[in-house]
Structure formats: structure tokens, C-alpha cells
């Protein structure tokens, strides 16, 4: 088992960190902005963001406002997830782990559908007194329905890191469909680093909009007056099943490990089940794992950057957008305005539950960033990207 590193408490908003703000960051607008690629990059470079000696950041972990981040030498299987309140991280895995597996030999490990492992990350913060992270399954972890979420030591909530942050973090994973090989390095969450309170308020975003559409019908930008903004700053998208044959996917039963960092790897047809919706609409079995899209498309402008969240999360029949952060650029195209769907991550609870084409299923809501990204979404990434994704399943799935 890897030993963890020592672990400094969070610093309180104010004080002093050993990291420097990268040079020539934008104060924020507005009272906060998410910080772009090349600011994350003078964050590892003044250590604010570390790695390890024996595996080094790659470029490749940086997108335009957002960071991968990457598995550790081992996966602790642990009885319960818990939260890192008043016992250290460490001590609490010596209370619930039951076994350990090496992620770092050539054949990884399989880490069991149903089972809750606890993994050290690869990368430590040492932020910045005024910066604080935030952090979100990567896509195709929630395409492959591996639930994930982020410890900081002594935070109170997950997948967060408050300002002046100093330590390691840990990263909960439970396989809920399929049982999952993983290696070191593999990466299955991704972080972004904001500085005060980044969101649009929901008069900006309507500005915003009428300068500058957002969301599609087909190759139509909806007006203004189309589209429902919520009083979050966020928009209110639905979900889209007819016209689509399938009209999603359905997790199989009893399948084979999905490989996955391997890309291309595996027949679709051997893990997923095609969801049909002649007449718009289908019922979601309970339990059962469910890939669809919207019915708009959207595009994310260079300056901003998105987020998938729940219409009502008061509903409790269903839980979706494991993976929901859009970076800048996301659907964006400099010679067309059509967008990209969004796909969307569906599990049902307790009760078979029915949805319908053109249903209300999420909200999108915006944050600016703090400068255009020198890269947008799927420019010159290693390996393929979503940007025109249409019910795309994760990248170990053949298309």
C-alpha cells in the first residue's frame, strides 16, 4: 500500500501559502473567474499543483479550464465512503479497508462493480490564499457509470478544496455497472481552479445570450424567448429521445471488465442495450443505468465555461449528470452555429420511472473564466474528444 503523505490542514481564507499566483493572472471580474490553461500551467510551475517525482504532469492534463487528475499506486477497498471531518484520512482507512490492490503493476487491478475503494491521488495542492478548487468526475468515468468523488483532508464536503488549500486528496471510486480495470495514471476526475465567486448571475447570462446564442434547435438558435432561465443564473434543456433511433443506452447485466484506458477496446453491443422510443418516450427501469442526450445543442463560448446540475434535486426518482463540466469551447465552431447535445447520465431510483422526449432534465449553468483559454475543447488533444458527440459512449467503447 502507498504511504500517504503527511497532510497540513486547510489554511483559513486570508492566510499565507508558500505558492504564488501565477504571473499575469486577471484580477477576477465580477468578484470571480475560473482560471484558464495557462494560468494552470504556472500553477505547477510555482508547485501550487504537484505531482510526483517518479511520474511527472503532462501537458495533456491541462484543458482549457480544467485539470486531469490521475490515480495513485493503490485502491484501498473500504466498507463505507465517509467524509474527513474530525478523523484524519488515514486513520479512517485503517478502520474500513478490508484489502488493497496494486494499480501500478503492467495488468492494473479490477476494482469490483458494487465495491467502494479509496485512492490516492498522484497530485497535491498547495494553493494560493485566494484560490479554491472545486472538482468533477471526468466524462468518460460517468460514461462508464464509476461513481467518484474527491476528499480533501479535513474538509467537511466532497470535491471540494477550500482557499489556501495544502495537502493531498483521495479519490472515492465504486464501479456501479461494470467491473472496471485501472492502472496508476489513469484518470478519472479533473479539477478547476477558481478565484471569488465565478457564476453569471442569470441577468448576465441573459445579456449574454442575446449577444450571443448558447443553445440550438438543429441548426436554429433559439431566441431569447425561447429558452428558460432559471433564478441561478443557469438555462433549463430537456431531454431529447425523439428523432434518435436508439434513443439511448441501457447498461447490460453481468458483463465482462471494461479496459478503461483502452480506447476502441470493446463491442458496445457486449455492455450496452439500445433504448427504443418510437412514440417519444420510454420508462427507465430502477437501478439501471442509463446513457441519453439533449434535445438542444449547445455551445459554450471561449470566455465562459459550464456546468450540467440537476432541474430539481428534490425529484428523487433519478439521479443524472454524473460528468458535467463543459469547458470553454465546448459545441463551439468558428464557421457554424449548431452546438453539440449534451449527454446525459441517468440512473432511476425505487420505482420504474417514465420520461418523455422535450422533459425538463437539467440545467446549464455559466461561469466566466478569467481570459480566453489558449486551447478550446478538442483542439489538439491527445486521444479523441466529445465535441461531436452524439449519445457517445466513453472512449473504451468502439463508436
Known amino acids: ?110 476494482l469490483e462493480r458494487g465495491l467502494v475503494y479509496l485512492v490516492q491521488l498522484e497530485e497535491r495542492l498547495d494553493l494560493p490564499a485566494d484560490l479554491a478548487v472545486r472538482f468533477n468526475p471526468r466524462s468518460s468515468a460517468g460514461r462508464c457509470d464509476v461513481f467518484t468523488r474527491v476528499l480533501s483532508a479535513g474538509h467537511p464536503r466532497f470535491d471540494e478544496a477550500p482557499q489556501g488549500y495544502r ?114 418516450r420510454c420508462i427507465l427501469a430502477p437501478e439501471s443505468f442509463y446513457i441519453f442526450a439533449s434535445r438542444e445543442r449547445l455551445r459554450i463560448p471561449p470566455d465562459l465555461a459550464a456546468e450540467m446540475l440537476p432541474v430539481d434535486i428534490g425529484i428523487g426518482e433519478l439521479r443524472n449528470n454524473y460528468a458535467g463540466f463543459f469547458d470553454n469551447g465546448f459545441g463551439w465552431r468558428d464557421d457554424e452555429e449548431c452546438g453539440t447535445p449534451a449527454v446525459l447520465e441517468v440512473r432511476a431510483h425505487d420505482v420504474p420511472f417514465l420520461v418523455e422526449d422535450g422533459q425538463a432534465f437539467f440545467r446549464l449553468k455559466f461561469f466566466r473564466s478569467s481570459a480566453r483559454p489558449e486551447r478550446l475543447y478538442g483542439q489538439e488533444r491527445e486521444g479523441g474528444s466529445y465535441q461531436g458527440q452524439d449519445l457517445t459512449l466513453a472512449r473504451a467503447f468502439r463508436r
Request: net charge negative.
Open 167 to 280: 495537502g493531498g486528496l483521495w479519490l472515492e471510486v465504486s464501479p456501479l455497472s461494470f467491473p472496471v480495470r485501472l492502472r496508476r495514471g489513469d484518470r478519472l476526475c479533473q479539477l478547476r481552479v477558481h478565484r471569488g465567486s465565478p457564476g453569471l448571475s442569470t441577468e448576465e447570462l441573459r445579456a449574454r445570450y442575446i449577444e450571443t446564442p448558447l443553445v440550438f434547435d438543429g441548426d436554429r438558435p433559439l431566441s431569447v424567448d425561447e429558452v428558460r432561465f432559471d433564478s441561478d443564473g443557469g438555462l433549463e434543456l430537456n431531454l431529447g429521445l425523439a428523432g434518435r433511433d436508439p434513443a439511448g443506452w441501457r447498461a447490460s447485466l453481468h458483463t465482462e471488465v471494461v479496459e478503461f484506458s483502452a480506447e476502441g477496446a470493446h463491442d458496445p453491443a457486449l455492455f450496452w442495450d439500445a433504448v427504443h422510443a418510437p412514440d417519444g
Open 1 to 110: 500500500m502507498q504511504t500517504p503523505r503527511p497532510q497540513t490542514p486547510a489554511r483559513p481564507p486570508g492566510a499565507q501559502s508558500s505558492g504564488n499566483s501565477p504571473e499575469g493572472a486577471s484580477q477576477p471580474p465580477h468578484g470571480g473567474a475560473i482560471l484558464v490553461d495557462a494560468e494552470l500551467r504556472q500553477l505547477v510551475a510555482d508547485g501550487a499543483i504537484a505531482g510526483n517525482e517518479d511520474l511527472p504532469l503532462r501537458p495533456q492534463q491541462i484543458q482549457p479550464a480544467s485539470m486531469d487528475l490521475r490515480l495513485g499506486r493503490t485502491a484501498v477497498r473500504v466498507r463505507a465512503g465517509f467524509l474527513p471531518t474530525t478523523v484524519p484520512i488515514e486513520d479512517r482507512i485503517k478502520e474500513l479497508g478490508t484489502s488493497t490492490l496494486d494499480l501500478d503493476s503492467s495488468e492494473g487491478a479490477v
